[in-house]
């Protein structure tokens, strides 16, 4: 059996500003390490045996505090970054409404359909999310009782949700995923069992 510890990353400026983050290497604020840290003291789970992470910093640097916890390393990769957005990196959600309003009502209610220049799309990053996910469960799934942290972001920890859960990708915005999320799912035998979704009791 392996449980895997999903997470969200905590507040960065662009959140606070309403920008789109997509592969942007954004910050945390001050905020946003607070909840990495009260989530580090108030983890959900006593035993952990490996810690994954996008290689963003916002999500590395929130691994890192429960790292630095439990003496554990943080091993990134570029598999559980967030969507790139390709030409909305960076952009405001204000600035979209009044210059890609189109596009931007696509976002908000048919993201399976959204194509934007220089951007994966929903589909693509939820497969290449889910081929990396298989890949941390064959290598955890050894008999025993694994537990896995894996710190990503909030589209990519939707679209793995939606996949895991069998909900199609157009409602990918009825799943909240708040800063420092916690998603707790169990795999037996390729079998996903969720627990939790959305915690946020650390804070």
Not at 23 to 30: C, G, V, W
Not at 125 to 148: C, F, P, T, W, Y
Request: glycine letters at 6%.
């Amino acid at each position: 059996m392996v449980e895997i510890i999903l997470i969200r990353h905590g507040l960065t400026l662009w959140n606070l500003e309403g920008r789109i983050q997509g592969i942007s290497n954004t910050e945390l604020a001050p905020e946003g390490l607070r909840q990495a840290k009260l989530l580090a003291e108030k983890f959900p789970c006593d035993k952990v045996d490996a810690i994954y992470s996008s290689d963003l910093s916002r999500a590395k640097i929130t691994a890192q505090f429960l790292a630095d916890k439990i003496n554990l390393p943080v091993q990134t990769t570029t598999a559980f970054r967030e969507v790139d957005f390709g030409e909305w990196d960076g952009k405001s959600f204000s600035d979209l409404e009044k210059f890609d309003a189109d596009r931007l009502k696509i976002f908000h209610t048919q993201p399976d359909k959204l194509k934007l220049d220089g951007a994966e799309t929903f589909q693509q990053a939820q497969s290449r999310a889910m081929n990396r996910l298989k890949q941390v469960i064959d290598a955890h799934e050894n008999g025993g009782e694994n537990h896995v942290v894996i710190a990503a972001h909030g589209s990519i920890n939707r679209l793995m949700l939606c996949a895991i859960l069998e909900i199609p990708i157009k409602n990918i915005w009825r799943l909240n995923q708040f800063n420092t999320a916690v998603n707790i799912f169990r795999v037996d035998d390729g079998n996903f069992t969720v627990r939790l979704i959305n915690g946020t009791a650390h804070l």
